[in-house]
Each structure stands twice: as C-alpha cells, then as structure tokens.
C-alpha cells in the first residue's frame, strides 16, 4: 500500500511561482512510487487571482487541494493545512514547503524517503554542512545565523543546525501527537515562529529529527511576507523556549 505524502504549502500572493512549482511536485511521482502524493495550497485570499490559477492547475492535477481564509500569518495557515492533511486526507507524511520556489522541488525525493519510520522530522537544512543561502544578504545570512544560535546557547534547545527552516518532510503520526499532547499554545505560534515552535516541541520530547543539506534559493517574483511583527515574535519566543526548556530539564532531573 503507498503511502499518502502531503505537501502543505502556505501561499500569500504566489501565482507567478505556483504555476511552475505544482506541475513540477507532480512531475516527481515516478520517482516515489511507493506514494501518493498530494499537494495542498493554503492561499489566504490572495489579490493575485491565486484562487483561479489553482483551479486551472486542478484540472490537471487531481491530488491538488486548496484551502482559502483570511491571511492571519504562516503558522496559523499551517495549522489549518495540517488539520486538513491528518484528518481530511489521511496523510502518512506531511511536507513543509514555502510556495516562491526558493524550496527545490527536486530535493523532495531524498526529504521524504529519508523520513522513515520512526523519523520524527527531516529537515531541509540551510546550514548544515553541505547546504546554503547563495542569495543571502549579509544582514539576512547574520541574522539567520544569529537566531540559530540564540535558540540552541540561549534558551537552550538541543542542537540543530536550522531550527527556522520551512522545507521538511514530517511524519503524519508523530506531528499528531506533538499538536495534541505538546503545549504549543504555550509557545509563538501565529507567524514564522511557528516554525521554531513546533521543532522545538518534537526536540524537546526526543523525538527523531534529521537533517538533510538544502540550497534556499532566490525569489523571483513579488516580495517577502516577513515582517517586523515576526522578528518581535521571534524575540519573544526565545524567552518562553528558554523557560520551557528549562522546565523540561527540571522535571527530567526530578524523575532522575
Ligand atoms: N497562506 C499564507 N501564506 C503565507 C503567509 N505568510 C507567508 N506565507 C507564505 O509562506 C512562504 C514563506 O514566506 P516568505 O515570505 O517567502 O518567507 P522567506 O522565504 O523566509 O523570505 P524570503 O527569503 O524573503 O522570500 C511563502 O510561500 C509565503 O507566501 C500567510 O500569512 N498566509
Ligand atoms: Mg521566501
């Protein structure tokens, strides 16, 4: 029986990138025979007519779903997506993926066949050995950099070296558990901090995380949807993960 893969992605005013990057996922099935592979576009009311584009591709593609609301920030729109994913489409696998092509359709193969059993997380790292940001300004580079290293010396996650990236394969199972028994609310969740959140929570409960190298490309059209609100919610994310993982180590001493 092959397994139902989902790849999510979040979309706001993407038309240009989607039109090539869905017929592109699709193209990769010969190389996973053993799944099925579903795409579903979280496009939050975009005014770039995303809405008719995804309709067009649909004809083509039957496994292309879509979900439409109002744009409230990239982690509410992955909890919508994945909400969608376990329940409605019973998925296995559950791929992160950003929707402007700076995520490389061709590294999907290698992200999900190593996300097997047992595997919590397979991450498209940036900044493991091997993987890069070619296109990264040096401001952008420091601050990618910078927060990495907050997140593992100051609030004191277990290492990792891309705890922000928004390309990983996820075991459909395991993320279940994580939203239901983790304190995820306790954590940043509405925008990009959903990101840290979420590796933070499987890290913290020992689940499997592997990283896999990843070259983040450029964006070719329109602009970045980061913004000030994010890096502050990102700040103060720091200072609840530290508690939390603080926590966590007084609770383990305790049972010890
Ligand atoms: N549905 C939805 N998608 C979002 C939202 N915010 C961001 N996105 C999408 O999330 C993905 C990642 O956002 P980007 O703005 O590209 O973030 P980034 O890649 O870190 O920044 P750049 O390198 O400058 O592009 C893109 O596909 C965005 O369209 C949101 O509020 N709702
Ligand atoms: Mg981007």
């Not at 980061?226 to 994310?237: H, I, M, P, Q, V």
């Amino acid at each position: 029986m092959s397994l139902r893969c989902c790849i999510v992605i979040p979309a706001y005013n993407e038309a240009p990138h989607l039109a090539t990057l869905v017929p592109a996922i699709f193209a990769l099935a010969p190389l996973l025979p053993t799944h099925e592979l579903f795409v579903l576009i979280v496009d939050d009311d975009s005014t770039d007519d995303t809405a008719s584009l995804i309709a067009a591709l649909q004809a083509h593609h039957a496994n292309l779903k879509t979900l439409t609301g109002k744009k409230r920030g990239l982690g509410i729109a992955y909890k919508r997506g994945f909400a969608y994913a376990l329940e409605r489409l019973r998925a296995d696998l559950i791929v992160q993926m950003d929707g402007d092509y700076q995520h490389d359709p061709a590294a999907l193969p290698l992200l999900i066949q190593a996300c097997r059993p047992g595997v919590a997380a397979v991450v498209g790292s940036r900044f493991a050995p091997g993987g890069s940001t070619p296109t990264f300004s040096t401001r952008r580079r420091g601050m990618s950099i910078g927060g990495t290293w907050l997140i593992h010396h100051f609030a004191g996650l277990p290492h990792l070296h891309d705890y922000t990236s928004g390309f990983r394969c996820l075991s459909a199972p395991l993320l279940a558990r994580c939203l239901e028994q983790c304190r995820l609310d306790h954590l940043a969740t509405r925008g990009y901090a959903f990101q840290t959140s979420l590796i933070a929570e499987l890290l913290l409960t020992r689940q499997p995380v592997i990283e896999l190298p990843i070259v983040f490309g450029q964006r070719q059209h329109g602009h970045s949807k980061l913004t000030l609100r994010d890096y502050l919610e990102f700040a103060a994310n720091l200072r609840q993960l530290r508690r939390r993982c603080r926590r966590r180590a007084a609770v383990a001493a305790a049972a010890s």
